[in-house]
C-alpha cells in the first residue's frame, strides 16, 4: 500500500510535464501567424503550405503570413479571379504550384498581392482564356510552367499578351501538342524553353532564324521525345543543331521517328546531304513533287489547247481532206469489187471452150 501512494506521488510530480511535451502534437505543424488552412498541411521550416486533393473551389483565405512555397494540387479552382491570394498579404511567396487544378480562366490580375512571387506552375490545366492582364503585379516572375495545360485551345496569341511585360528567363511548354515552335512566347531574354513531348517534326528555317534575335542569342532548349522526321526537310536544322550543340541540352539524346529505315537513329550521328527526300505528306518534298504534278497537268491542258485551235482553224482543209480521203476509198472498193465481179463470172471461160466440141 505503500509503494502504491509513493507510485502515485511521483506519478503526480511528473504529469504535468508530460502534458506539456505532448502538447505540440495536437496543433497543427505550423504556428505561422494567421494558422493553417483546415484543408492544407503546413511545415514551419522553410514555409510550406500544401493543400493536396481537397477538391477546393477557390484558394485557401486563411494563409500563414510567411508563407513561401504554396501547393494547391488536385482541387477545382476553375476560375483564378482578380486578387485569388490576396485575402491577406502574401509579401514572401516565392513559389506557387497549381497543378491539376482543372483552371480554365485566369482573370486580370489574379496574381496580384504577390509581389515576391519568382516561380507560377500552373501544369495540367485545361486552360480555355487568359486575360491580358493575368499575370500584371508580379515584376519578378522568372520561370512559368505550362506543361500540358495548353491542349484545350489555341492560346499562343493570349499568352504572348500576358506575356509582354514579363521578365522570364525560363518557360516550359512540354506536352502541348505543339507542331511548331511558339516564337510569339519567346521574350527577349529567355534563357531556358522546354519543348519536350511535343508534335515537333523539326525547326524550320525561319523558326531557327528567330532563336538568333539578339534577345535569344543565349537560350537554351530542351526537344526530347519529339516525334522528328529524319528527312531532306531536317537538312537545315540538323546543320544548325551541328553548329549549336550547346544551346540544346539534351542534343545527343534526340532520335529520329521516321522515315522507317532511320527511325531510332541518333540525330548527331547523321549528315545532312544523307537524309532522303521522301514525299512526306504536308513536307517540303511532298509539296514539291506536288508541284510538278500540277505543272504536268498545265501543259498537257495548254497541249490539247492548241491541237484544238489547230483543228478549228484548219477545219474546211481537213473537211476537203476528209472528202477526198472518201471519194478515194470508194474509187478503190468499187475497183475491187469490179474485180471481184469479173472474176466470179462463168461466161468467158464456156466462150473459150466452145470451139473445141
Known amino acids: 500500500m505503500a509503494r502504491r501512494q509513493a507510485w502515485a506521488a511521483g506519478t503526480g510530480r511528473w504529469l504535468p510535464w508530460l502534458g506539456l511535451a505532448l502538447l505540440p502534437l495536437a496543433v497543427p505543424p505550423a504556428a505561422a501567424p494567421g494558422g493553417c488552412p483546415s484543408a492544407c498541411y503546413c511545415v514551419a521550416t522553410p514555409e510550406l503550405v500544401q493543400c493536396r486533393y481537397e477538391m477546393l473551389e477557390e484558394p485557401p483565405r486563411e494563409l500563414p503570413v510567411t508563407v513561401q512555397n504554396l501547393s494547391i494540387a488536385g482541387s477545382n479552382l476553375s476560375v483564378l479571379p482578380r486578387?485569388?491570394?490576396?485575402?491577406?498579404?502574401?509579401?514572401?511567396?516565392?513559389?506557387?504550384?497549381?497543378?491539376?487544378?482543372?483552371?480554365?480562366?485566369?482573370?486580370?490580375?489574379?496574381?496580384?498581392?504577390?509581389?515576391?512571387?519568382?516561380?507560377?506552375?500552373?501544369?495540367?490545366?485545361?486552360?480555355?482564356?487568359?486575360?491580358?492582364?493575368?499575370?500584371?503585379?508580379?515584376?519578378?516572375?522568372?520561370?512559368?510552367?505550362?506543361?500540358?495545360?495548353?491542349?484545350?485551345?489555341?492560346?499562343?496569341?493570349?499568352?504572348?499578351?500576358?506575356?509582354?511585360?514579363?521578365?522570364?528567363?525560363?518557360?516550359?511548354?512540354?506536352?502541348?501538342?505543339?507542331?511548331?515552335?511558339?516564337?510569339?512566347?519567346?521574350?527577349?531574354?529567355?534563357?531556358?524553353l522546354d519543348l519536350r513531348n511535343n508534335s515537333l517534326q523539326r525547326l524550320a528555317a525561319a523558326e531557327l532564324r528567330s532563336l538568333e534575335a539578339p534577345g535569344l542569342r543565349g537560350l537554351r532548349l530542351t526537344l526530347g521525345a519529339n516525334p522528328l522526321s529524319c528527312d531532306c526537310a531536317l537538312r537545315p536544322f540538323l546543320a544548325w543543331l551541328r553548329a549549336a550543340t550547346a544551346r540544346v541540352s539534351d542534343a545527343r539524346g534526340l532520335r529520329c521517328a521516321g522515315p522507317p529505315p532511320l527511325r531510332g537513329a541518333a540525330l548527331l550521328r547523321l549528315r545532312p546531304e544523307g537524309l532522303p527526300c521522301a514525299?512526306?505528306?504536308?513536307?517540303?518534298?511532298?509539296?514539291?513533287?506536288?508541284?510538278?504534278?500540277?505543272?504536268?497537268?498545265?501543259?498537257?491542258?495548254?497541249?490539247?489547247?492548241?491541237?484544238?485551235?489547230?483543228?478549228?482553224?484548219?477545219?474546211?482543209?481537213?473537211?476537203?481532206?476528209?472528202?477526198?480521203?472518201?471519194?478515194?476509198?470508194?474509187?478503190?472498193?468499187?475497183?475491187?469489187?469490179?474485180?471481184?465481179?469479173?472474176?466470179?463470172?462463168?461466161?468467158?471461160?464456156?466462150?473459150?471452150?466452145?470451139p473445141g466440141l
Open 83 to 192: 486578387a485569388a491570394f490576396a485575402a491577406r498579404p502574401l509579401p514572401d511567396l516565392r513559389l506557387l504550384r497549381l497543378r491539376h487544378d482543372n483552371i480554365q480562366t485566369i482573370e486580370d490580375m489574379a496574381l496580384q498581392g504577390l509581389p515576391a512571387l519568382r516561380t507560377l506552375d500552373l501544369s495540367h490545366n485545361p486552360l480555355l482564356s487568359v486575360a491580358a492582364g493575368a499575370f500584371a503585379d508580379v515584376p519578378l516572375l522568372r520561370t512559368l510552367q505550362l506543361n500540358q495545360a495548353l491542349l484545350a485551345a489555341p492560346l499562343e496569341e493570349q499568352l504572348a499578351l500576358a506575356m509582354r511585360n514579363l521578365t522570364l528567363r525560363r518557360l516550359e511548354l512540354a506536352g502541348n501538342a505543339l507542331r511548331a515552335l511558339p516564337a510569339a512566347l519567346l521574350p527577349a531574354g529567355l534563357e531556358e
Open 279 to 354: 514525299a512526306d505528306e504536308g513536307g517540303e518534298p511532298g509539296r514539291l513533287e506536288t508541284a510538278s504534278y500540277v505543272f504536268f497537268g498545265i501543259v498537257l491542258a495548254l497541249i490539247a489547247i492548241v491541237f484544238l485551235m489547230v483543228l478549228y482553224l484548219n477545219r474546211r482543209g481537213i473537211k476537203r481532206w476528209l472528202h477526198n480521203l472518201r471519194e478515194a476509198c470508194r474509187d478503190q472498193m468499187e475497183g475491187y469489187h469490179y474485180r471481184y465481179e469479173q472474176d466470179a463470172d462463168p461466161r468467158p471461160t464456156s466462150t473459150v471452150s466452145t
